[in-house]
């Protein structure tokens, strides 16, 4: 089984869809022994880093991605779920920089760009031995965000340019995360489901 962590952001229904798709029974919840003892855990976000992790926080999801990272479980982290991985963000940030939940020690920041935010259709260079792009690694994924990572981490990565070069997908032992919307990305961003879900 598949769980959806529910905490207030994210597009819960269109993420079940398209896991549903691969042949996944997936749930939707909130509830913490679901989601820590889920196959695989999806980490969905919209909106602006600092009310996700509230969102997050406030169900407790900030430790429930932590202990599956200790017990190597796997988990997907989606467009603001990427971002909250990592250590903080600067997002209507006036003095202190949002903290996240700290799986990678980088922070998230606003993208050197002429328009904001990247939206629309845009290509992923993968480096390093990825398993998520199997198949798909030519192919274009759909974004909408105005900030990103623009550090290396993991094993394999995703990099994208707009304006600058950014971080567009992890794989880091059980945990991945891409900074696109696979969900929206049509037959490629279901093809990486699948790939995801076949690593559970």
């Known amino acids: 089984m598949i ?17 549903e798709r691969s042949g996944s029974e997936v749930v939707v919840t909130s ?10 855990l999806v980490v969905p976000g919209v ?35 990427m971002q909250i991985l990592f250590r903080d963000g600067d997002e209507y940030a006036s003095t202190e920089l949002h903290q996240g ?8 920041t606003k993208l050197a760009a002429p328009i904001l935010p990247h939206m629309g259709w845009n290509t992923v ?24 990572a623009k550090f290396s981490v993991g094993s394999a990565q995703g990099w994208t340019t707009y304006g600058e070069k950014f971080l567009s997908a992890v794989e880091d032992g059980a945990i991945c995360a891409t ?16 790939n995801w879900v076949g690593l559970l």
Not at 101 to 108: A, C, H, L, M, R
């Open 3 to 19: 769980a959806i962590l529910d905490y207030g952001s994210g597009n819960l229904r269109s993420a079940q869809r398209a896991l």
């Open 47 to 81: 909106g602006a880093f600092a009310a996700c992790m509230r969102g997050l926080v406030a169900i407790g999801g900030d430790e429930i991605v932590r202990a599956r990272v200790a017990a190597k479980r796997p988990t997907l982290g989606i467009c603001v779920g």
């Open 125 to 148: 260079a993968v480096t390093g031995p990825s398993q998520l792009f199997n198949g798909v690694a030519d192919q274009s994924f759909y974004f909408v965000h105005s900030y990103a």
């Open 101 to 108: 939940v700290g799986i990678w020690q980088e922070s998230i």
């Open 31 to 40: 509830d913490r022994d679901t989601a820590l003892n889920a196959a695989g």
């Open 179 to 194: 900074q696109f919307h696979p969900e929206k990305s049509g037959d490629a961003g279901l093809q990486l489901i699948k």
